[in-house]
């Protein structure tokens, strides 16, 4: 059974850096063909899709949040992470990991404030 669960702070003060962890079970990050994503859904609006980091480490990212994301993955513990610099209180959200094709981490809540 695939199972993903975000870890981080959930509480960032503006001009940071928002660093999240989602850590995978039943199936290891690099299997073929698996592409792992990050998504965000701030209050009152849409779910928005950050970026992905492939089965082989190649990445993606949201035109939009390119210059500001980076996403990593630590293949011995099966992690991946999310780094969003420069965060405003525009960041604030439920942020989700999933795995391309149908689960999802149950989301962790980061709120952007001083």
């Known amino acids: 059974q695939v199972q993903l669960q975000e870890s981080g702070p959930g509480l960032v003060k503006p001009s940071q850096t928002l660093s999240l962890t989602c850590s995978v079970s039943?199936?290891?990050?690099?299997?073929?063909?698996?592409?792992w994503s990050w998504i965000r859904q701030p209050p009152g609006k849409g779910l928005e899709w950050l970026g992905a980091i492939g089965y082989s480490g190649s990445t993606n990212y949201s035109p939009s949040l390119k210059s500001r994301t980076s996403i990593s993955r630590d293949t011995s513990k099966n992690q991946f992470t999310l780094q969003l610099s420069s965060v405003t209180p525009e960041d604030t959200g439920v942020y989700f990991c999933?795995?391309?094709?149908?689960?999802w981490g149950q989301g962790t809540q980061v709120t952007v404030s001083s």
């Open positions: 039943g199936v290891a990050i690099a299997t073929n063909g698996y592409y």
């Open positions: 999933a795995l391309m094709g149908g689960y």
